[in-house]
């Protein structure tokens, strides 16, 4: 299954999970953080790695829609934990 997740730090094991299971991921969302309370480095570096796009800011309709694995999400796909995730063929 392709992916695309809204994540700092805090919910980079939700990713890794994905990960694990053999899912792919096509882009991270993240906003700039303070780095003290929130933050988003390891995830970043981690998508960085998979050679996944990255958008540091919040996620819009217009980007949702433009998503690869958006046209599938009407029918197979499900919201969790900020994560868009689709087991339809792209």
């Known amino acids: 299954m392709r992916f695309a997740i809204t994540a700092t730090d805090r919910y ?3 990713m890794q999970a994905f990960l694990g299971r053999g899912w792919t991921p096509v882009k991270l ?4 953080v303070d780095q003290r309370v929130h933050r ?3 995830v ?3 998508a960085q790695k998979l050679k996944v796009d990255v958008q ?3 996620l ?3 980007i949702y829609g433009s998503l690869p694995i958006a046209a599938a999400r009407r029918s197979s796909s ?3 934990h900020g994560a868009l995730v689709t087991g339809a063929p792209i």
Not at 29 to 32: A, E, M
């Open 29 to 32: 969302f993240t906003t700039p």
């Open 56 to 58: 540091l800011s919040r």
């Open 12 to 14: 980079l094991n939700i």
């Open 40 to 42: 988003n480095k390891e």
């Open 44 to 46: 970043i570096e981690l």
């Open 60 to 62: 819009s309709q217009e």
């Open 78 to 80: 499900r919201v969790t």
